[in-house]
């Protein structure tokens, strides 16, 4: 799809702030994470089997932090819920994906796990929006009111920043401010949309 971006980062890293910009631009944007959560309350009964575990569900969706202590402290419980959502979420992706690439115009998937799992590699162009892991873990601890082992070990599970600076196709740099974010996200824009057209 040569309209398609993927936007992705490590956690905390700036690709919500990213799509919320060009959204307000008018671009047409996915995200991969909406798709699992509805995804998560429509396989609800399903998912509390896979885990054993009916305490689960509250008011028949997920209990996602209830799942998410599962998932974040055990890789084994992490790769099966991955192995029942991953088919279905790019399943989904891919469907929308293609009627917005037929309206021939830009548009930007929010992937956070994009360099994690290759089902997505020549689907599209990869967008990495770079933050330090230091400046990570800071932003993390804030967001999400998180002490400093709890934010690494979230951190950790992902692929190293590092290491995704060499296999994007683009890079935005969040560094300092948002108003600082906001300028370089138009600046890349400015050039992307060069190349399109």
Not at 146 to 169: G, S, T, V, Y
């Amino acid at each position: 799809m040569q309209n398609a971006y993927f936007v992705t980062s490590s956690i905390a890293g700036g690709k919500s702030s990213f799509i919320k910009i060009v959204q307000n631009l008018g671009f047409d944007t996915l995200n991969a994470d909406k798709i699992a959560h509805e995804l998560l309350d429509k396989n609800a009964n399903f998912i509390a089997k896979l885990f054993d575990d009916d305490n689960l569900i509250l008011n028949k969706k997920i209990d996602r932090k209830k799942l998410g202590a599962i998932v974040f402290n055990d890789l084994k419980a992490k790769k099966k819920l991955e192995n029942f959502l991953h088919p279905k979420i790019k399943e989904e992706i891919l469907k929308k994906a293609q009627i917005l690439e037929k309206k021939n115009k830009a548009f930007f998937i929010e992937l956070p796990l994009f360099f994690e799992n290759n089902h997505y590699q020549n689907l599209g162009k990869s967008i990495l929006i770079y933050t330090p892991k230091e400046l990570l873990l800071q932003r993390l601890m804030q967001r999400d009111n998180l002490d400093e082992n709890e934010a690494l070990k979230r951190i950790n599970l992902q692929m190293p920043i590092e290491q995704k600076l060499n296999l994007a196709d683009f890079v935005v740099h969040n560094l300092s401010t948002y108003e600082e974010f906001e300028k370089n996200v138009l600046n890349f824009l400015k050039h992307i949309l060069k190349v399109i057209k």
